[in-house]
């Protein structure tokens, strides 16, 4: 627990400069990440990773030094080579661009273990480290890189917030942009521009392979949870943020863990949790809903029985014996038991000593569902023509699902009728 | 002003990967009229359309709007892309896909204005779409989509709408809407070319149609254009040779046109 207070008072330097690094890569990668995930050019994002390797190795090659800003330089260069080779594939070949990104990805990353190789055997003593950028390693930013990545962010950040709805219009329809004047190639160029920077500093933690992981998911588990687009790069931003922070702090408090991995798994943990947790297009909401209409579904049938039951006896409110209801209606005992729970707790049912029935308001609800589903049975016999055998069971489950606005237009279309097809009175509320 | 040249298509060749589907496409078109562009499948409909909007690059001939080369007058020029070139899981809300309507090269960088905001208000009403403005366009109809496009071009207060399948998929409330709303462009002066499959309808929808079959059979106001003759010439099978043409060009790589060939730039005729 100390350990844990002692990583967030930051006085440590090291702890400081890596964590701080961290965050601000991780958050450049998700803004812009987003983008990507957006115009669904996921993979792009990972062969551009891939690609910025050779770069890297040249420039070290030619320069001798690990500066951040010259090996920056290098990683751009190629990056941007390899953008361009991607789009020049699928413009000029008929090779399609799944095709095209795994070909650029694999001749890049290819030539840049090569060249990493070379260096490596060459000897020249100072060579060692470069192979961190394969996989990754946060713990060995210096306050020069802290710098570098600070600005790049700074920059990143506000490319894409004072390009928001330029970027916004060409994600969502870029020929419309094109149509409507907007250069679009320009902004293209710049969101390219911007998607190999930020994977040129996020690769020094989380290293070439992870890469695609940092910049695609934050955006995936943000559009769990938000259909703004606006709060989406805020979210993805701050998942991307936390992820970057719980890598430092986990390989702070453990050396022997590896921080970019570390990142990438609070990121997919993170993702896992919105994709099931996260309202209306998570998992587990899509869950309880359905579990909503089928009680729904139970509830209504239920009132259906009363109701038939009921008029039957020419009495609108009569109480009914358990066995009465569950000789209509054949449906397991658990569920007609909480049914029965729910329709009291709703007080559309009245306990009269051991028998039910219908409340007054219990009443309207029941005349609700079976009047939809007696409009409905005329619908289908004057508009589809079915056969009167066949009308039932089509109107069965219709009567659950029926709005009140579609109800207004099915009174309508039908011109307020009084029977259904088989003779049976419509009920209407009053 | 009422006979004035909306459009001129001028000896347009294009091909779509490299294959040509139109061949020598010449036409001019009036302004003030709701204009179907008609024929079948593949007939070069769709190509045609991304030529005029110069989304893609002709082999040869040119297009003139308003007598001017299309960037002169991109601000009097409105697309509705087909309903289907978009992914309606995007995050955004019905207004903030009619505002892109309001996006300009003249606001580049800026935050829309107050009275764009009243326009994009506006066109929403005109549409009925305005009680769904909040709403997120993932949760639309196929026909609420189709009038959310509508709208996003409707703020864009343009003189020419060029629009791709308007009427496909959508419901018999929307295409009346549509139409009515078409009309009342037409009405105002401005000119609608529509992208159309359905012959049926055509008649009634449209007063001028252009007739399309990889070539251009007829362009005319509908009296004179629909009829059988040019109706069976449209849609009674593909030209035969042209097409083995294509099919080799496509495949050998030949080049359409050869470099010294003219007439890619033109001043047009107004």
Known sequence: MNDVWAFFSFSDPTVRIVSLGTVFLAMSASVVGTFAFLRKRALVGDAIAHAILPGIAIAFMLSGTKNPVVLMMGALISGWLATWAMEYITEKTKLSNDTAVALVLSVFFGIGI???????????????????????????????????????????????????????VYSFNPDFAAVSGLPVKAIRRILNLVTVL?????????????????????AAAARAWTSSLKIMLILAALIGGISGLSGSLISYLSPAMPTGPWIVMTLSIITLLSLFFAPKRGALSRLLKQRRHSQKILNENLLKVFYKLSVERKLEQVGLSVDQLQAERAINKSDFAAAIRRLKRKNWLLAEGEKLKLSSIGLVEAKRVVRLHRLWEMYLSQRLNLKEDHIHPNAESMEHIISPELEALLLKELDFPTQDPHNSPIPYAN | MENQTALEVHNLTASYQRKPVLWEIDFKVPSGHLIGILGPNGSGKTTLLRNIMNLMEADSGYVKIFGKDLDEVRSRLSYVPQRESVDWNFPASVREVVEMGRYRPGNLLRRLKSSDKQKVKAALEKVGMLAYADRQISELSGGQQQRVFIARSLAQEADIYLMDEPFVGVDAATEEAILSLLSGLRDEGKTVLIVHHDLQSAYQYFDWMILLNTRLIAAGPKEEVFNSTYLREAYGGKLNLLSKLGEIIAREQFPLREPDFKEKEGSGDE
């Open chain 1, 114 to 168: 090569m060249l990493l190789t070379h260096i490596q055997h060459s000897g020249s003593g100072n060579q060692s480290g470069l192979d961190q950028y394969l996989f990754g390693k946060a713990a060995g930013m210096t306050e020069q890189d802290l710098w570098t990545y600070s600005v790049v962010a700074v920059l990143l950040l506000t490319v894409v917030l004072s390009l928001y709805k330029e970027l916004k």
């Open chain 1, 198 to 218: 930020a994977i040129a500093i996020g690769i020094q933690s989380v290293g070439v392979v992870l890469m695609a992981a940092l910049l695609i998911t934050p």
